[in-house]
């Protein structure tokens, strides 16, 4: 009773202080018999049941619905959850995340350009562009350039591109077909997907080997991945990422002149040949004002 009524007082916060934290990890330790206490007062017997009935650990499940996890799953996430409260303190960020969503706040963006991300993630460094002497490994990027360039001229023709689509919240732009919402309100934005999480596009990768090894040699991938084609003229409307806990990269590939993009207050020019490296949970906006089709290579890493 103690300690649904400490959940109970939880009141919805911004910032997580190193005591509400404590108070968090203290609960999942005594409510969830996760270690073995001195006096041997957590019973081994205690059933699935009863573990289900903890207040703590439903309030869990609830604030992590979103992530749509199937029942073994969730009991990995449980049982990660209360390990990490026996040793908080390399943990600081991920439960003061996760102690925010189960009191239903979102942390204050760390920039005013981060305020339109549905999920900020506490404690990350929040850089618009991020500079080429912390990510060294873009020149491995650049230098996979021609054999990069040479899968994407094989695929000209073929059937894999699609028309790219954010989801519902990301824009007001009303696909025709009612699938997600567009990004552009001028032109054209189609993309050939190689890695998007849990989606199979083994044919895909099977016609783009050397692409596909460059991004396996990536370290912290976040299996997000694929050519990106914008007709001239297009214009993609501004919009924030689904998240601050991933970086975007990007390399040229081919008529990228004309074409710039905006994140925050700052403004990076594509490049044949060249890469960089921006945080897309800041309000971005893109411009072609090229003759020709210009096609990037996207990918995702894990933010440092």
Same mark, same amino acid.
């Given at each position: 009773?103690?300690?649904?009524?400490?959940?109970?007082?939880?009141?919805?916060?911004?910032?997580?202080?190193?005591?509400?934290?404590?108070?968090?990890?203290?609960?999942?330790?005594?409510?969830?018999?996760?270690?073995?206490?001195? @006096? *041997?007062?957590?019973? /081994?017997? $205690?059933? #699935?049941?009863?573990?289900?009935?903890?207040?703590? +650990?439903?309030?869990?499940?609830?604030?992590?619905?979103?992530?749509?996890?199937?029942?073994?799953?969730?009991?990995?996430?449980?049982?990660?959850?209360?390990?990490?409260?026996?040793?908080?303190?390399?943990?600081?960020?991920?439960?003061?995340?996760?102690?925010?969503?189960?009191?239903?706040?979102?942390?204050?963006?760390?920039?005013?350009?981060?305020?339109?991300?549905?999920?900020?993630?506490?404690?990350?460094?929040?850089?618009?562009?991020?500079?080429?002497?912390?990510?060294?490994?873009?020149?491995?990027?650049?230098?996979?350039?021609?054999?990069?360039?040479?899968?994407?001229?094989?695929?000209?023709?073929?059937?894999?591109?699609?028309?790219?689509?954010?989801?519902?919240?990301?824009?007001?732009?009303?696909? @025709? *077909?009612?699938?997600? /919402?567009? $990004?552009? #309100?001028?032109?054209?934005?189609?993309?050939?997907? +190689?890695?998007?999480?849990?989606?199979?596009?083994?044919?895909?990768?099977?016609?783009?080997?050397?692409?596909?090894?460059?991004?396996?040699?990536?370290?912290?991938?976040?299996?997000?991945?694929?050519?990106?084609?914008?007709?001239?003229?297009?214009?993609?409307?501004?919009?924030?990422?689904?998240?601050?806990?991933?970086?975007?990269?990007?390399?040229?590939?081919?008529?990228?002149?004309?074409?710039?993009?905006?994140?925050?207050?700052?403004?990076?020019?594509?490049?044949?040949?060249?890469?960089?490296?921006?945080?897309?949970?800041?309000?971005?906006?893109?411009?072609?004002?090229?003759?020709?089709?210009?096609?990037?290579?996207?990918?995702?890493?894990?933010?440092?």
């Amino acid at each position: 009773s103690t300690v649904s009524r400490a959940i109970s007082e939880f009141n919805p916060i911004g910032h997580i202080s190193s005591i509400e934290t404590e108070t968090f990890c203290l609960l999942l330790i005594e409510f969830t018999c996760v270690s073995k206490m001195s @006096d *041997d007062t957590c019973s /081994s017997s $205690s059933s #699935d049941d009863e573990q289900d009935a903890n207040p703590l +650990l439903e309030r869990l499940d609830t604030a992590l619905e979103d992530f749509h996890l199937n029942k073994l799953a969730k009991a990995g996430v449980r049982n990660w959850v209360q390990k990490m409260a026996q040793n908080p303190e390399p943990y600081k960020r991920v439960l003061g995340w996760l102690l925010g969503r189960i009191n239903g706040s979102k942390p204050s963006p760390t920039s005013k350009w981060q305020k339109g991300c549905p999920e900020i993630f506490p404690g990350l460094r929040a850089l618009p562009v991020w500079t080429r002497e912390e990510l060294p490994w873009l020149d491995q990027v650049e230098q996979a350039f021609p054999a990069v360039r040479k899968e994407l001229m094989a695929l000209r023709e073929s059937s894999g591109f699609q028309p790219f689509r954010q989801p519902s919240w990301a824009t007001k732009l009303k696909a @025709d *077909d009612q699938v997600g /919402s567009l $990004s552009h #309100d001028k032109g054209d934005w189609n993309v050939y997907y +190689l890695h998007l999480h849990n989606k199979d596009f083994q044919q895909h990768v099977e016609q783009c080997p050397k692409t596909c090894q460059l991004l396996d040699s990536i370290s912290r991938p976040y299996h997000h991945a694929l050519f990106s084609a914008l007709t001239p003229g297009s214009h993609i409307v501004p919009h924030n990422g689904p998240t601050n806990k991933k970086l975007r990269v990007h390399l040229g590939l081919c008529s990228t002149s004309g074409s710039r993009l905006r994140v925050g207050e700052a403004v990076v020019h594509w490049e044949e040949s060249k890469a960089f490296c921006f945080d897309d949970s800041f309000e971005h906006e893109v411009w072609h004002d090229g003759d020709a089709t210009r096609i990037v290579l996207i990918f995702d890493i894990w933010h440092p």
